[in-house]
């Protein structure tokens, strides 16, 4: 059973940064693609950064440049730097793994074609 949690989601102001992370247990991260997604409400859930088994990344247009996704395959954590943050960034995150999408398009990694996901961490950034 694979089980994954996030941390790290809170309030701040815009302009500032958070740090999330996801803690996986009885599962590899290093086996395969892992994700971060977000949610609004009244919205579909968006696929925000992903990583590839080899190290490849993909962000959404709207977080180029302010987000970084990272992993600790060691310890099975994930990671998403989010800097300069704006009111839009507001959602639930979610962390993702066990990849069953396309995996011949990179691109791929940002639909919510993954079996296992978080419970997610919320994250409110005001203006």
């Known amino acids: 059973q694979v089980h994954l949690v996030e941390s790290g989601g809170g309030s701040v102001e815009a302009g500032g940064s958070l740090r999330l992370s996801c803690a996986a247990s009885?599962?590899?991260?290093?086996?395969?693609?892992m994700a971060w997604f977000r949610q609004s409400p009244g919205n579909v859930r968006e696929g925000v950064a992903a990583?590839?088994?080899?190290?490849?990344?993909f962000y959404a247009d709207s977080v180029k440049g302010r987000f970084t996704i990272s992993k600790d395959n060691a310890q099975n954590m994930l990671y998403l730097q989010m800097n300069t943050l704006k009111p839009e960034d507001t959602a639930m995150y979610y962390c993702?793994?066990?990849?069953?999408?396309?995996?011949?398009?990179?691109?791929?990694?940002?639909?919510?074609?993954?079996?296992?996901w978080g419970q997610g961490t919320q994250v409110i950034v005001s203006s």
């Open positions: 009885e599962y590899t991260f290093s086996s395969g693609s």
């Open positions: 990583m590839t088994y080899y190290g490849s990344t």
């Open positions: 993702a793994t066990g990849f069953r999408g396309d995996a011949a398009r990179g691109g791929a990694r940002l639909d919510p074609a993954y079996a296992y």
